[in-house]
């Protein structure tokens, strides 16, 4: 808007608008990805002949020859209890290479023309880490188990262009801006496999106006290393890169390293045993005393420091890093954080307060996998303050929410409703006591995500003086029934006085 006219005065009629989201921490490459794959999973799918007629959609838009990819079916939740054939995919793909991949990550299934064209035959032995399904005649069927297994496959699969994958990330972008984000963080750029080309869609991307997010991106730790593509770089040059390279739309967010893994696959690293299965308490990624070395190094660069640490051993750890290295180097504003901080105990709250870490919690487990937390990987008292956010609250963190998506869907008020309600599955309430309120809850995505970006002048409230980033909601979401937030619907998205997107109305 030119600020020399009249400013135009709009009647919103009892609609809210608040601030747009800043969303912290997801994966949109690999959601953007998913988007040309078909969903295979369930409950959407009930029965295999589900899931066939859904392959089937796709390849009656897809060229002869060309791949179809689906993802996510769950041989647990069809109602035939069992995993695809080969020969059922051939019935409808005879000319198309299929490859579906199973819920777990572990497994997946294929068709014929796959398997001939990873030079798969039915003499094949079958590797030392994994192996072939095979019928009573000891013919492949087309399960695959284990990557080594699947890896021949995965040898033939098409890789994207980097034009196709600019593409899928607009599609991506529409997504999220129908959610009311506005600013939005790539958790761990350099994970799909080629960094140099994840960079440059998100710069081009956003350089087009493909990509109307502000975009800010956690790059994997690996590539600042020693003989890395940024092994010499600081901070604050590889920021001026990604402006200068996307017109200012994409920053740096910070280095990204991991310290464990997830809590739901007994890779969480915990103080005590897991609950049932394993009674493994599963170990720290890194030895501490090169952890801290990097870190140091890191933090010597002028890198915000971004650490992956779901369990409380390795929040622990994550927490030992960053006071040696702040010892070592006293830095103000660093504001270093720690990503998901789900099994964080009281004394690592405090921990985080005294060292001034910020936390982005995955609160969207509590929900998603409260009930499981319970019964199987950490037991009632543990997971009842799974993501602790009273606490948070009370020692006064910098703290924000994620999906984490595609771990779970993008929406910054389902976030917000899992924050305020800690409601599961089963419709309990899991830690009453580490509930929030509505209006801590929603600076948590607004004005706390910006104070994280390093972005508190430009944006996360409305104000004189900051850009014109907000969301038309359709209802107030401090005035309603906290159970009902989630289904808020997000009308409209503006991002720098421009609007960028507007329910349609049936
Ligand atoms: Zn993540």
């Not at 990204?256 to 009674?279: H, V």
């Not at 950490?378 to 009273?390: K, Q, V």
Request: hydrophobic share 40%; aromatic share 8%; glycine share 6%.
């Amino acid at each position: 808007m030119d600020l020399q006219s009249e400013p135009e005065v709009i009647d919103l009629g009892g609609r809210t608008v608040i601030p747009g989201f800043i969303d912290t921490h997801n994966h949109i490459l690999a959601y953007a990805q998913l988007l040309d794959f078909v969903n295979c999973s369930s409950p959407l799918n009930k029965n295999i002949e589900d899931i066939l007629q859904a392959i089937k959609a796709k390849i009656d838009l897809t060229k002869e020859g060309e791949w179809v990819q689906g993802f996510g079916y769950d041989d647990t939740m069809l109602e035939e209890k069992r995993h695809l054939t080969r020969e059922e995919l051939d019935r409808f793909a005879p000319n198309h290479p299929v490859a579906i991949a199973h819920i777990s990550g572990h497994l997946a299934v294929v068709n014929s023309k796959a398997l001939s064209l990873a030079g798969l035959e039915d003499n094949v032995e079958d590797p030392d880490a994994g192996y072939y399904g095979r019928d009573e005649n000891g013919k492949l069927n087309g399960v695959l188990f284990e990557s080594a297994a699947m890896q021949p496959v995965m040898n033939v699969l098409p890789v994207a262009s980097k034009e196709q994958m600019i593409a899928q990330l607009g599609r991506a972008a529409k997504h999220y801006l129908a959610q009311g984000i506005t600013t939005n963080t790539d958790a761990a750029v350099g994970m799909l496999g080629d960094p140099e080309k994840e960079i440059q869609v998100h710069t081009e991307a956003a350089r087009q106006g493909i990509n109307p997010m502000r975009s800010r991106l956690m790059i994997m730790h690996n590539l600042l290393q020693k003989g890395m593509r940024f092994e010499d770089y600081t901070a604050e040059e590889l920021d001026k890169e990604l402006i200068d390279k996307s017109n200012e739309n994409v920053r740096l967010d910070s280095a990204k390293l991991f310290q464990d893994g997830s809590i739901q696959a007994f890779t969480a690293a915990l103080r005590e045993p897991y609950y049932s299965g394993s009674k493994e308490k599963a170990k720290i990624f890194q030895k501490q005393d090169a952890f801290n070395k990097e870190i140091l190094n890191l933090h010597e660069r002028g890198f915000r420091i971004a650490v992956h640490g779901n369990g409380d051993r390795a929040i622990e750890s994550i927490l030992d890093a960053y006071a040696y290295a702040i010892k070592e180097a006293p830095r103000k504003e660093h504001k270093h954080r720690i990503e998901h901080v789900q099994t964080a105990m009281t004394k690592d709250i405090k921990r985080m307060e005294e060292l001034d870490v910020a936390g982005s919690f995955f609160i969207n487990h509590v929900y998603y996998w409260g009930e499981r937390h319970a019964k199987i990987f950490l037991g009632p008292d543990r997971a009842s303050r799974m993501n602790p956010l009273a606490e948070a609250v009370e020692h006064n963190l910098l703290f924000t929410l994620h999906s984490d998506c595609p771990v779970t869907p993008i929406s910054p008020l389902f976030s917000i409703w899992a924050a305020v309600n800690r409601c599961t599955t089963e419709g309990n309430i899991l830690g009453p006591e580490q509930r929030i309120d509505v209006i801590t809850a929603l600076k948590s995505m607004t004005i706390y995500g910006a104070r994280l970006n390093f972005d508190e002048d430009n944006s996360g409230s409305i104000e004189v003086g900051k850009r014109a980033d907000f969301v038309l909601l359709d209802k107030d979401p401090t005035v309603i029934d906290p159970i009902k937030i989630k289904d808020i619907s997000v009308e409209e998205t503006w991002i720098g006085g421009n609007q960028v997107y507007k329910q349609e109305i049936d």
